[in-house]
């Protein structure tokens, strides 16, 4: 229930935030329908105008998807077409119910895993749709602060990924790195050059930990 | 905006939501790649907001979207929903235009 409302807000204000970024309806609408994956949906129409770096941004924040698709592959147990159904269906909130039920036997978590995949698909777009179309009316977006909906919602769904000192320092890198590089190149580099932190980031961490 | 950008995303979005379920365990089981995976989504998601908020056509400017983000901030440390969030974040960012 609460993933529903939360689902809801949330397609609401990625449905706006793409048509304030310039997205056509339809656009917004094919992104909720074949892309169904939050954080990539929004980092694509926030870097918008650099297709590739944006298609890039939005590929790399899908690849924990992929990683829950491996947790949730045995416990599934699909093939053919109702596998690439469920591929589609593979997101947070739907592996979080799967596995939150997994000691309950395969049934109850095969069960959670397709009603909650379904149940936010649904109310994703339908969300979606009705937020871009809302926004489209009306006249100047930026006046009713959109462009402060997007920032916040990055946030929300970073905070959970904070805990403990290393995401931190990692966050606050990326941070400086990508403000420090702004006036330099294209804004979707910027993000990309975050990436890149990232990646010196768990090099430098495997090193001191060889050096223990 | 174009659609070659937005599809080719889209593809590839999938393709990684369905090699999960298909690929064999070797490959995505490795602990760097799933260290990688749980990395990028904290380095991508911080540089976003700060360029969404800090940055008007490369350049860096300090604008009511600070606002809006502080207090944000705010009600994510006070563990408010998020349309509560992005609701006050809007309001915030609204009304310092007004002023």
């Not at chain 1, 770096?53 to 053919?80: D, F, H, I, K």
């Not at chain 1, 596995?99 to 979606?128: C, D, H, K, M």
Request: aromatic residues 8%; positive net charge; glycine residues 8%.
């Amino acid at each position: 229930m609460s993933i529903g409302l939360a689902t809801g807000a949330y397609g609401l204000s990625f449905g706006a935030v793409s048509v304030a970024a310039g997205f056509s309806v339809w656009q917004t609408s094919v992104l909720s329908l074949f892309m169904f994956s939050g954080a990539s949906q929004y980092a694509f129409v926030a870097i918008a105008s650099n297709g590739i770096s944006a298609a890039a941004t939005a590929t790399l924040l899908g690849a924990r998807n992929a990683l829950y698709g491996l947790r949730l592959s045995e416990l599934l147990a699909v093939r053919g077409v109702r596998r690439a159904a469920a591929a589609q269906l593979v997101i947070d909130e739907s592996t979080a119910m799967a596995l939150g039920r997994e000691s309950q036997g395969p049934l109850a978590s095969r069960l959670a895993f397709w009603s909650t995949g379904l149940a936010i698909y649904v109310l994703w777009n339908a969300a979606t749709l009705i937020g871009a179309v809302a926004a489209g009316a009306l006249p100047d977006p930026r006046k009713y602060g959109l462009d402060a909906v997007a920032p916040a919602a990055f946030l929300a769904l970073l905070s959970p990924r904070l805990r403990g000192p290393g995401p931190l320092g990692l966050a606050v890198a990326a941070v400086v790195v990508a403000l420090v590089v702004t006036p330099f190149v294209p804004k979707g580099v910027a993000v990309l050059a975050a990436a890149g932190v990232a990646v010196l980031w768990l090099a430098l961490q495997t090193r001191r930990a060889s050096a223990a | 905006m174009s659609w070659g950008p937005l599809l080719v995303a889209c593809g590839a979005c999938y393709v990684l939501k369905l090699s999960g379920l298909s690929v064999p365990d070797r490959v995505l089981a490795d602990q760097r790649v799933q260290r990688l995976t749980a990395a990028l989504p904290v380095a991508l998601l911080a540089a976003l907001i700060a360029l969404q908020t800090w940055v008007s056509d490369r350049s860096l400017v300090i604008d009511a979207r600070t606002g809006g983000l502080a207090v944000a901030a705010v009600a994510v440390l006070l563990r408010a929903p998020f349309i509560v969030v992005v609701f006050l974040a809007a309001l915030t960012a609204a009304l310092l235009r007004l002023a």
